[in-house]
């Protein structure tokens, strides 16, 4: 599958194990790579270099596509590239007694630049499991390993390219696998910001990252109640006693009444978010930012009333969104 600058495709399969062999001291990472047809792709450089200083590991796959490395625990970059394929590179950190395994596919490049893979951190504090066997121990503390985010641009303008570079780094800086519902983003400096079908987002706020990447939540956690609609209406209906009348229209309300109160919902999870993300101070100024820009009723309402909304949702099992875990 070629890659081009409006998407960018990858394949990316992860296991953990341990190896007792190996000196505690030293993790094990295994690495396979091969191209969209599934054919292996031999004298692929892998390198994995520290984020602080420190002298880089480097391996080439073998014929049968696969590489090894041997490194201490710590942050890395990881990049794999090959000539004809994509260049790809991630951010890694490893935590504690955990080996990791990838298979990764490289698109055929026909990119304008290096394709990106998102920020990954894994973390276990101990397994009895032997190279091959999956892990079952329930001591076992590992992050889920997300399918990379990729960006594209619509127009492939200066602003929006800037835009891409702005939220990646974003997406790098911050552990947002929790409300990574949707995997495919488009910067579209011609569109309103909207979820469905492809969440797109605009280029207004590329000096205001805490503001980008509160939008960028918001319009993950539309796809995190797009999950769950039977809750996510008769949570509506409990807002209707709370709410009788709402605002419809900007600035104060949504395009119609479900809108609007569906908006109570998302806000109010997004409010939640930002506090994880971006702490206490800085998500309340930009929810009061949002207050006085858009949806103004419904953020002024959530900001209120946050309790009220906070009970409506967990009413309805709608208020701890997690997409690491299975429905």
Same mark, same amino acid.
């Given at each position: 599958?070629?890659?081009?600058?409006?998407?960018?495709?990858?394949?990316?399969?992860?296991?953990?194990?341990?190896?007792?062999?190996?000196?505690?001291?030293?993790?094990?990472?295994?690495?396979?790579?091969? &191209?969209?047809?599934?054919?292996?792709?031999?004298?692929?450089?892998?390198?994995?270099?520290?984020?602080?200083?420190?002298?880089?590991?480097?391996?080439?796959?073998? &014929?049968?596509?696969?590489? &090894?490395?041997?490194?201490?625990?710590?942050?890395?970059?990881?990049?794999?590239?090959?000539?004809?394929?994509?260049?790809?590179?991630?951010?890694?950190?490893?935590?504690?007694?955990?080996?990791?395994?990838?298979?990764?596919?490289?698109?055929?490049?026909?990119?304008?630049?290096?394709?990106?893979?998102?920020?990954?951190?894994?973390?276990?504090?101990?397994?009895?499991?032997?190279?091959?066997?999956?892990?079952?121990?329930?001591?076992?503390?590992?992050?889920?390993?997300?399918?990379?985010?990729?960006?594209?641009?619509?127009?492939?303008?200066?602003?929006?390219?800037?835009?891409?570079?702005? !939220?990646?780094?974003?997406?790098?800086?911050?552990?947002?696998?929790? +409300?990574?519902?949707?995997?495919?983003?488009?910067?579209?400096?011609?569109?309103?910001?909207?979820?469905?079908?492809?969440?797109?987002?605009?280029?207004?706020?590329?000096?205001?990252?805490?503001?980008?990447?509160?939008?960028?939540?918001?319009?993950?956690?539309? +796809?995190?109640?797009?999950?769950?609609?039977?809750?996510?209406?008769?949570?509506?209906?409990?807002?209707?006693?709370?709410?009788?009348?709402?605002?419809?229209?900007?600035?104060?309300?949504?395009?119609?009444?479900?809108?609007?109160?569906?908006?109570?919902?998302?806000?109010? !999870?997004?409010?939640?978010?930002?506090?994880?993300?971006?702490?206490?101070?800085?998500?309340? $100024?930009?929810?009061?930012?949002?207050?006085?820009?858009?949806?103004?009723?419904?953020?002024?309402?959530?900001?209120?009333? $946050?309790?009220?909304?906070?009970?409506?949702?967990?009413?309805?099992?709608?208020?701890?969104?997690?997409?690491?875990?299975?429905?």
């Amino acid at each position: 599958m070629a890659c081009n600058h409006f998407r960018c495709s990858v394949v990316l399969v992860v296991s953990v194990f341990s190896l007792n062999a190996q000196p505690e001291s030293n993790r094990h990472l295994a690495v396979h790579v091969s &191209d969209p047809s599934g054919a292996v792709i031999p004298k692929a450089m892998v390198e994995v270099e520290p984020l602080a200083h420190g002298t880089a590991f480097t391996a080439q796959t073998d &014929d049968r596509g696969n590489a &090894d490395l041997y490194l201490p625990s710590g942050k890395y970059q990881l990049s794999i590239r090959s000539p004809g394929f994509c260049f790809k590179k991630r951010a890694l950190e490893v935590v504690g007694a955990t080996d990791q395994s990838f298979s990764v596919v490289l698109p055929v490049d026909s990119c304008p630049g290096p394709c990106q893979m998102a920020c990954i951190t894994v973390q276990a504090e101990s397994s009895t499991a032997t190279r091959g066997i999956p892990i079952s121990n329930s001591s076992l503390s590992s992050r889920a390993l997300e399918s990379p985010v990729t960006i594209g641009t619509a127009h492939n303008s200066a602003t929006e390219l800037a835009t891409k570079t702005q !939220l990646e780094r974003l997406i790098a800086a911050h552990d947002l696998g929790q +409300w990574t519902f949707t995997h495919e983003i488009v910067i579209d400096e011609k569109s309103i910001p909207h979820s469905h079908p492809v969440l797109t987002l605009h280029t207004r706020h590329q000096k205001q990252d805490d503001e980008l990447l509160s939008t960028y939540l918001h319009e993950q956690l539309h +796809w995190f109640l797009t999950g769950h609609p039977a809750e996510t209406r008769a949570a509506e209906q409990d807002l209707t006693k709370l709410y009788p009348s709402v605002p419809i229209g900007y600035p104060d309300g949504a395009k119609d009444t479900e809108s609007t109160y569906l908006h109570l919902l998302v806000c109010q !999870l997004e409010q939640q978010a930002d506090r994880v993300v971006l702490g206490d101070k800085r998500t309340t $100024e930009v929810m009061q930012f949002w207050a006085g820009d858009h949806y103004r009723w419904v953020y002024r309402t959530v900001i209120q009333d $946050e309790a009220k909304i906070e009970d409506v949702l967990k009413r309805h099992h709608l208020d701890t969104p997690n997409a690491r875990l299975p429905d």
